[in-house]
């Protein structure tokens, strides 16, 4: 018996000696998420997602008191324990009673009923004349509507700022989640359903918005950017977006667009004014501004943007474009018309 118990706790020595540089490298990984710019639900930016921080917070601070108060009684019983002649141990059943049931019940119910109250306040739909945008989840990208306006976007969402915006959600194939940490908690679209959330934005900016549900091998490419604007800039954004797209000024871009329309892309992507009415992919009439290509998966600049055109499929595989038999002497000139559309 001596021997088993002897064996046991050589072998559980070995398992706890510490690893300082391991440590280390997992510390340098955790806090690399505490970056400055990273989309933080603790950073929020707008009414939603202040009351998920102001939660989150009010459980930390919560839990660190109690695993203090813990920590006090187990030092407490290791130092006057049973026996100690000079402690009285008075009532421990009344002692347990407050203590172990009383006080948790009384923490667990208030904390309940603020998270009642929190999730009243982020389900309660915004006013019937607010501003509504229509947003469809795509494997792997996010088509963004206006009712009113004849065209659309993509992973890109205009609000005013300091309103609350309504946003209405489908899906197009499987589950996806939209989420914006900074502005407002996830809210899952689920096929044949149309889900609603909202957003609002107390200052301007722009703050990321990721998939938050697995849908697939691009999951993580199915990002999107929320942009809170002046109304007077929204107003004039959302005119745009009624409008045919910005005509060629330049012999390459004048080329671009007839390449593009004569050619295979006009099959399944839109740019409003012209043959182009495809609907499988996104509408491109906007194409020069978007902050990125392929739903966060590069950049939106020349170099990137012929690469995504000649191959997608090396960017981002799986997504619904096939390879594109491009003559590569049209190709500068239609990297060109692309990113004239504004
Ligand atoms: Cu869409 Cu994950």
């Known amino acids: 018996m001596e021997t088993t118990v002897r064996t046991t706790s050589s072998v559980a020595g070995r398992h706890r000696r510490p690893r300082p540089v391991l440590t280390a490298l997992y510390a340098v990984f955790l806090l690399a998420g505490c970056a400055g710019d990273a989309p933080s639900a603790l950073h929020p930016a707008g009414s939603g997602a202040s009351r998920i921080a102001d939660l989150w917070w009010l459980l930390f601070w919560l839990s660190l ?9 187990l030092a407490w019983a290791l130092l006057f324990r049973r026996g100690n002649a000079r402690v009285r141990h008075g009532q421990p059943l009344r002692f347990v009673t407050i ?17 009642l109250r929190d ?35 993509a992973n890109e969402i205009h609000i005013p700022v ?19 940490p900074q502005l407002m908690p996830k809210t899952d679209l689920i096929a044949g359903e149309t889900r609603e959330t909202w957003l609002r934005a107390e200052r301007a900016g722009s703050y990321r918005g990721q998939c938050a549900e697995y849908c697939g091998t691009q999951h993580a490419h199915m990002a999107f950017l929320v942009v809170a604007q002046s109304r007077a800039d929204f107003d004039a954004w959302l005119a745009r977006l009624d409008a045919p797209a910005r005509q060629p000024s330049t012999e390459a871009e004048r080329r671009g667009q007839q390449a593009f329309v004569q050619g295979t892309c006009a099959a399944c992507h839109t740019v409003r004014g012209t043959g182009a009415q495809g609907r499988v992919g996104p509408d491109l009439s906007d194409m020069g501004s978007r902050w990125s290509i392929g739903a966060g998966a590069v950049p939106n600049d020349a170099g990137h943007l012929g690469g995504w055109i000649a191959n997608s499929q090396t960017v981002k595989p799986g997504n619904a474009m096939p390879p594109q038999p491009v003559d590569a002497a049209q190709l500068p000139d239609l990297i060109a018309y692309l990113r004239s559309l504004e």
């Open 65 to 73: 008191a109690v695993f203090a108060e813990v920590i006090a009684l």
């Open 99 to 115: 203590a172990g049931a009383g006080i948790p019940l009384v923490i667990l119910v208030a904390v309940y009923g603020v998270g």
């Open 119 to 153: 999730l009243a306040a982020l389900g309660a739909a915004p006013d019937p004349d607010a501003p509504t945008v229509e947003v469809t989840g795509h494997k792997w990208w996010w088509e963004v509507r206006y009712p009113g306006a004849s065209g659309a976007t």
């Open 162 to 180: 300091g309103e609350r915006v309504r946003v209405r959600l489908r899906t197009d194939d499987v589950l996806h989640s939209f989420w914006v």
